[in-house]
Nanobody, 121 residues
Framework: QVQLVESGGGLVQAGGSLRLSCAAS????????MGWFRQAPGKEREIVAG????????YYAASVKGRFTISRDNAKNTLYLQMNNLKPEDTAVYFC??????????????WGQGTQVTVSS
């Protein structure tokens, strides 16, 4: 089993920055593909960004491209999401996800509990 714990969420003004972290524990060999998702009130969960084990492949949703950066430190079993130039529409609960596959975009096996990000205008 894999446990994922997100941190770094909070309240920030529009134009500000936050860095989310996701610490993986347990069977970390099963966290080859990792990603960030978000779910705003009344909306479906959507993918924000994904990254492969080596970091050589990344994916960004169009709405965050150029503002968010996904990265990982495999030695620390930690996934990051640097979020810059935040907008009120980025307000959501952000979830970390992991999968044993080399690359996935939606069908992740493991999920964290989420961290709230609120962007005020």
């Amino acid at each position: 089993q894999v446990q994922l714990v997100e941190s770094g969420g909070g309240l920030v003004q529009a134009g500000g920055s936050l860095r989310l972290s996701c610490a993986a524990s347990g069977r970390t060999s099963s966290t080859r593909a990792m990603g960030w998702f978000r779910q705003a009130p009344g909306k479906e969960r959507e993918i924000v960004a994904g990254i492969s084990w080596t970091g050589s492949s990344t994916y960004y949703a169009a709405s965050v491209k150029g503002r968010f950066t996904i990265s990982r430190d495999n030695a620390k079993n930690t996934l990051y999401l640097q979020m810059n130039n935040l907008k009120p529409e980025d307000t959501a609960v952000y979830f970390c996800a992991a999968d044993p596959s080399e690359w996935v975009l939606n069908a992740y096996r493991y999920w964290g509990q989420g961290t709230q990000v609120t962007v005020s205008s």
